[in-house]
């Protein structure tokens, strides 16, 4: 079973950066998709990047495309999101998700099989 495990995140002035983690210990990702969804408060979890199982293949929310970058590192069993020129509106919890299905840039948060614990990103004016 896969299990993720996140860090990262944190404060930072609008214009900044920060960079998240995704790490499974048990070393059985590498054949998952990952995805990451945002939360802010109020809000409906939202879909904001996903990197296919060899890396080859991003998506990106649009509103995020160009300031964020997923990548992973199977032999780390590691997937990061660098986040830079970050806006106030970033601001929410973020979590990385996994799945085997190759439609996984377009799935409802619920059909995504393993979830990491979430963590908080704010972005202050």
């Known amino acids: 079973q896969v299990q993720l495990q996140q860090s990262g995140g944190g404060l930072v002035q609008a214009g900044g950066s920060l960079k998240l983690s995704c790490a499974d210990p048990?070393?059985?990702?590498?054949?998952?998709?990952i995805v990451w969804f945002r939360e802010a408060l109020g809000k409906k979890r939202e879909f904001v990047a996903a990197v296919s199982w060899s890396g080859r293949n991003t998506y990106y929310k649009s509103s995020v495309e160009g300031r964020f970058t997923v990548s992973r590192d199977n032999a780390k069993s590691t997937v990061y999101l660098q986040m830079d020129m970050l806006k106030p509106e970033d601001t929410a919890v973020y979590y990385c998700?996994?799945?085997?299905?190759?439609?996984?840039?377009?799935?409802?948060?619920?059909?995504?099989?393993?979830w990491g614990q979430g963590t908080q990103v704010t972005v202050s004016s």
């Open positions: 998700a996994a799945t085997e299905s190759d439609y996984y840039y377009e799935l409802e948060a619920f059909e995504y099989d393993y």
């Open positions: 048990g070393r059985t990702f590498t054949k998952y998709h």
